[in-house]
């Protein structure tokens, strides 16, 4: 995994040195400017590195019938503003 130490370095560390990592062993990691500036913030990303290939099943989106019967989302709003009549702008 990549920490970010507060100077802006990034290092590659493990999740158990992760854990044990106290604030004098950050204070060293600084001191001894390790790490490295890190200009690609996708770098060693699972984004890049995701190569599953995706199946989407498009008969499964149910039909769009009966959309119109469905009640209103915006009833409350309905008396206030009239959508059927032209507008004057």
């Known amino acids: 995994m990549l920490y970010q130490l507060p100077n802006g ?3 590659h560390i493990t999740i158990e040195q992760y854990l044990e990592l106290n604030p004098e062993d950050i204070q060293y ?3 001894i400017d390790f ?19 995706r199946y989407y099943d498009f ?3 149910p039909d769009d019938d009966g959309l119109e019967e469905r009640a209103s989302d915006d009833e409350p709003f309905d008396d206030i503003i009239d959508l059927s009549s032209p507008s004057d702008i």
């Open 35 to 53: 790490g490295e500036h890190i200009l690609n913030p996708f770098a060693d990303s699972a984004v890049l590195e995701n190569t599953k290939e």
């Open 9 to 11: 370095k990034v290092i």
């Open 59 to 61: 008969d499964y989106f």
């Open 29 to 31: 990691l600084m001191s």
